[in-house]
């Protein structure tokens, strides 16, 4: 009987242990097999991205570059037109607006020319103007009684050079119409004094009295005194 009941409790510990530890069932087998297969495929993915990524080619790098720099010229000053006065011997005096570099010749021209009176010799066409100035046109000076037309239009410059030309006492240079051709006949005043005192005249205007001629540029006191009786203004 002691045999027996040692048996018994021999068995009784396996039984207890079965019932502890059920076998697992078929869903748990089916679930765990399920979860092995997804974790297979994500790692597939993974691997399979990384190599298709890994394979894929690069793209070239470029740089972008600045377009060469170019000189900006600079700004051209803009000239202004000049407005000038033409008057005297010309056939439509006035005012006129000209360009810049405009001459003497060029203002006459747009006044329309020189008139059939017109001492063309007297003007320096090439002259530049010069904005506000005046510019006269002067007229031939008629011959006076007992002056030859030659005498008129162009003195003897030998004598004048040599301070014998003889003017006769009554006949008078008019210094706001005489060329100057005619102007060297005075005493001490030469080509150039000549030239100055037609240029003054023609950005200036007519001489206002005859000591008003000292404004030219050569011409001094002391040379007024040799000429003063010898010149006038025409009036």
Do not use: C, H
Request: glycine share 8%.
């Amino acid at each position: 009987m002691a045999r027996r009941k040692g048996s018994r409790s021999s068995v009784e510990p396996s039984v207890t242990e079965q019932a502890a530890n059920p076998a697992p069932s078929r869903s748990d087998r089916q679930s765990a097999a399920l979860a092995a297969l997804l974790t297979s495929l994500v790692w597939l993915a993974l691997v399979g991205g990384a190599l298709l990524v890994w394979r894929q080619p690069q793209p070239a790098a470029f740089q972008i570059q600045s377009p060469p720099a170019t000189a900006t010229p600079a700004p051209t000053a803009t000239s202004k037109p000049m407005r000038v006065q033409v008057a005297g011997a010309v056939l439509a005096p006035g005012l006129f607006d000209m360009p810049a570099g405009a001459r003497a010749g060029d203002a006459i021209a747009a006044a329309g020319g020189l008139a059939a009176d017109a001492d063309a010799a007297a003007i320096n066409l090439a002259r530049p103007l010069v904005d506000g100035e005046k510019l006269t046109a002067p007229t031939i000076r008629p011959a006076r009684p007992g002056e030859t037309a030659s005498d008129s239009a162009s003195p003897d410059l030998s004598d004048t050079r040599s301070g014998g030309l003889d003017l006769g006492g009554s006949i008078l240079i008019d210094i706001n119409a005489a060329s100057a051709p005619e102007l060297e006949a005075l005493p001490a005043i030469g080509p150039v004094t000549a030239q100055a005192i037609v240029d003054y005249r023609m950005a200036n205007g007519p001489f206002r009295s005859v000591e008003d001629i000292v404004f030219v540029k050569g011409i001094g006191p002391a040379t007024l005194d040799k000429i003063r009786d010898l010149i006038t203004t025409g009036q």
